[in-house]
């Protein structure tokens, strides 16, 4: 399941979306619509994570809960207001 968060102020999905074919279709047509996005394997509040930015700015920084092996949630945060911190850290 993935859950975003955009704060209203940048687009996110509205509604979870379930199933890892659904997830993979969607991350497919989002990733079409953003050319030289750069993402970065992180450490996101003690869990696996990725942080996508362009152009050196921090666009979305996701969160990921593994069990047995497996992503079983996704959870993203696209409001730039969240994401202020992480335009703090060195991501290089």
């Known amino acids: 399941m993935t859950t975003a968060d955009g ?3 940048v687009g ?3 509604r979870p979306i379930e199933g890892g074919a659904r997830i993979a ?3 497919v047509a989002i990733a079409d619509k953003a050319p030289g996005l750069e993402l970065l394997e992180r450490s996101v509040n003690g869990a696996p994570g ?3 930015r362009r152009a050196g700015v921090v666009m979305t ?3 990921f809960d593994v069990t047995d092996g497996r992503v079983t949630r996704i959870w993203a945060v696209r409001n730039p207001e969240k994401l202020r911190p ?3 850290h060195d991501m290089s």
């Open 61 to 63: 920084v996701a969160s």
């Open 25 to 27: 279709q969607y991350m």
């Open 7 to 9: 704060g209203g102020l």
């Open 50 to 52: 990725q942080v996508a």
């Open 86 to 88: 992480w335009a703090r």
């Open 12 to 14: 996110a999905v509205l």
